[in-house]
C-alpha cells in the first residue's frame, strides 16, 4: 500500500506540469484559490458491474487529481517517509478538498472501466492540512540551523568539531535542517572546553571533564532565543580519547535543553525581519505598519530604521514565519507589495 502511493504520488510530481491548470479563484469563496488539474481513475470490472466500476474509476480519479497537487507541494522526501498518513489524512479524503470537478470522459478499456475529469482542488485547504502533518521546526518556519562551536583541551584549543557532530545529529533526529552558519537562519554559538580529571583508581583509564556553553542566535536581528550550559565527564584508554568523549558527553547531555529551548522560543516570539524598500515617505511607511497590524496572524510590528528608502521592521507572527508572512503581503490588495527573498526568518520586498 506504501510503496503503491509512493510511487504514485512521485509519479504526481513529474506529471504535475503537464496536468495542472494554473490556480483560479474559488467560486465558492473568491478570496481564495483553487488548482485546476485533469487526472484518470481506472476500475476493473468485476461480474459486469459496470456502475460499480464507474464509481470506483471516479473516486481513483479524484484520488490522482489530489495526489497531483500534493506532490507539488509536498517534497519528495516527505511524500515517501509521510506516504501513509497522507494516504490516511489526505487521498482518502479527496472530496473534502475538492471544491467540484467535471467528467470530461469516461470508457471501457478492456476488463477495466476509466474515467478522466477536471478538478478544483481547494490549495488553502489542503496546504493547511500538509502543515498538519510537518515536524514543529517545519510548522516553526523550518530553519536552518548552523554552527560556530569552538572546542579546546586542557587550555590549547583543538581543531575538532565532535560536540557540533553531536548536537547536529539530535537536532536533525527532531526535525530541523543543518546547514553552513554563514547561510544558517539560527546560529548555535559557544565553546566546549574540557580537561584532565584523574587517573587514579581506573585502572589504566584516563578521566577528563567538559564544560559546553552554547547560545542559540537568530542570524540577522542577531536576537539570542536561548542558552544552556552543562557539563559531563569522559573515561577511555588515553587523554586525547578521554577528552573527546568528555566533550562528546556533554553536547548530548545539552542537545535536549537546547532543542527544547529553541523550540520554546520559536513558539512563543516567532519574529520576521522585514526589510522594505521604495518607501519614499513617512507616511508611506505609517500606513503600511497599520497595514501589518491589522493582518491576523500579525502579533505585533516595529520599525527598526528608516533611510534612503528602506526601512527595517521586526515582525512579531503569531504563527508561521517569513514564508507565511509574505504570502499575507501578496495577497493584500490595499497596498501591493513586491516579494524578492525569503528565508524563514527574513524578507526583502518593495512597495509597488
Keep these: 500500500m506504501t510503496s503503491r502511493l509512493s510511487r504514485a504520488l512521485l509519479a504526481a ?16 469563496n473568491p478570496a481564495y484559490e483553487t488548482e485546476v488539474v485533469e487526472a484518470e481513475g481506472m476500475a476493473p470490472l468485476i461480474g459486469g458491474d459496470t ?27 516527505a511524500l515517501v517517509s509521510k506516504a501513509v498518513l497522507i494516504d490516511d489524512s489526505i487521498t482518502s479524503r479527496s472530496e473534502g478538498y475538492i471544491e467540484k470537478y467535471e467528467t470530461l470522459k469516461e470508457w471501457r478499456d478492456g476488463e477495466f472501466y476509466k474515467t478522466r475529469i477536471r478538478a478544483h ?22 530553519p536552518v540551523i548552523g554552527f560556530d562551536i569552538s572546542e579546546s583541551a586542557d587550555g590549547q584549543p583543538l581543531q575538532t568539531n565532535y560536540a557540533e557532530l553531536e548536537l547536529k545529529n539530535r537536532l536533525i533526529e527532531a526535525g530541523f535542517i543543518t546547514g553552513e552558519k554563514d547561510k544558517a537562519d539560527i546560529v548555535i554559538k559557544g565553546d ?3 580537561s584532565f580529571n584523574t587517573r587514579e583508581g581506573l585502572g589504566g583509564f584516563v578521566s577528563y571533564r567538559a564544560g559546553i556553553s552554547l547560545a542559540a542566535v537568530k542570524q540577522g536581528s542577531l ?17 586525547q580519547a578521554a577528552a573527546r568523549a568528555s566533550i562528546i558527553n556533554a553536547a548530548k547531555k545539552a542537545a535536549d535543553p537546547l532543542k527544547d529551548s529553541v523550540l520554546k522560543a520559536l513558539r512563543e516570539k516567532s519574529i520576521v525581519r522585514l526589510n522594505l524598500a521604495n518607501v519614499d515617505t513617512m507616511n508611506d511607511l505609517s500606513e503600511f505598519t497599520k497595514l501589518l497590524r491589522n493582518i491576523p496572524a500579525v502579533r505585533a510590528s516595529w520599525v527598526r530604521s528608516f533611510s534612503g528608502g528602506i526601512a527595517v521592521l521586526d515582525v512579531a507572527m503569531h504563527r508561521g514565519g517569513a514564508a507565511d508572512l509574505s504570502q499575507l ?12 527573498r525569503t528565508s524563514s526568518y527574513d524578507l526583502d520586498a518593495e512597495l509597488q
Design 13 to 28: 510530481v513529474f506529471l504535475a506540469a503537464a496536468g495542472c491548470g494554473g490556480a483560479r479563484k474559488s467560486a465558492l
Design 51 to 77: 456502475e460499480g466500476a464507474r464509481k470506483t474509476a471516479l473516486a481513483e480519479a479524484m484520488k490522482n487529481a489530489l495526489g497531483l497537487v500534493v506532490g507539488v507541494y509536498v517534497s519528495q522526501e
Design 121 to 142: 482542488v481547494r490549495k488553502e485547504d489542503l496546504s493547511a492540512k500538509l502543515r498538519s502533518l510537518e515536524t514543529e521546526p517545519q510548522k516553526l518556519g523550518n
Design 192 to 194: 566546549a572546553r574540557t
Design 223 to 239: 536576537e539570542t532565543l536561548s542558552s544552556v550550559q552543562e557539563a559531563a565527564g569522559g573515561i577511555d584508554l588515553n587523554d
Design 329 to 340: 503581503l501578496i495577497k493584500n490588495a490595499k497596498r501591493p507589495v513586491k516579494v524578492n
